[in-house]
């Protein structure tokens, strides 16, 4: 049994059973919460639970059995390509921080079919930290990626994120041509659905208080539009479902999108869902000094723009529709999620 202090509360209990069983599969972990062998407070609890200080928490007897749980999940550590891939992405840090221009194609951390993701590659190449997300990307997403290194800065900077003070802008490339001027997207996302045993994230009454930022930068005639978004809130697949939500879905996304117009973009260049992460902006707690990181558009992503450029024209010249201005709802049974601020996510 193991009580929850201070310093641990606030994270998720998957999270805190990873750093706990560091030699265990995630695949292992997750399975020791799915049985409910893992409790908390004598009660089961999902891996997006987050423990609370007096938390009990019951930690079991875990084996390990090398030749069937190594074998099948592959070597104990990150391939020395994979560390110096991470490595490399690094563009800012401190005592504090690491910021990465994560690559397409890496995911943040291991499981859906790879035994390595940043994390663990981060770790690896640097045992002598206490290293945590600070929040997630999707595997083909790219750009900007927050790691805490140390408890204390996890903790406020989660904090912060709750209160809707980190302020995380996109870029991304949607179908068709977007006559909805800036857009505020307000629709709660249910992310329980699961089609053919992977997630699949909906709107739903019911679900997370969730706000998109949409803003036309630039028109590809009516094949596309390149998007800058800013997300208030941060959930699964928020972006790509909120996109297709508005008519728009993004480009290149084979889950939520389009498979003809996919296919269309696809003799133009584009191998993925276009999107990236083109920054982070907040004020540190307590000190409010202002933090602000950028990563620019990957090549092969700006190819494909340029592949597309004989129909462009700018969004500045687009007529303005003052009907087109405002916000899409959808139905909630909670209250209003905090509004965008434009202001520092710049």
Partial sequence: MRTITADEAGQRIDNFLMRHFKTVPRSRVYRLLRKGEVRVNRKRVDAEYRIATGDEVRLPPVRIDTGDEQGRHGPGRPSSSLLELIEGAVIFQDKHVLVLDKPAGVAVHGGSGMSFGVIEALRASRPRET???????????????????????????????????????????????????????????????????????RVAAAGKDSVSVFKPVQFFGSLATLMEVDIPTGRTHQIRVHASFAGHPLLGDDKYGERERNAELKQHGLKRTFLHAQSVAFEWPGSGVPFHVSAPLPAELSAVLDAITPMKRSAKRLPPKGAARGAVKAPRTAGKAPRASGKASR
């Fill in 131 to 201: 290293l945590e997300l600070v929040h997630r990307l999707d595997r083909d997403t790219s750009g900007c990626l927050v790691i805490a290194r140390d408890r204390p800065t996890l903790t406020s900077l989660h904090a912060l994120i709750r209160n809707g003070g980190m302020h995380k802008t996109y870029l991304a490339l949607v179908s068709g041509s977007w006559q909805l001027g800036t857009k505020r997207i307000d629709a709660p996302l249910a992310t329980d659905n699961r089609q053919h045993g992977e997630r699949h994230v």
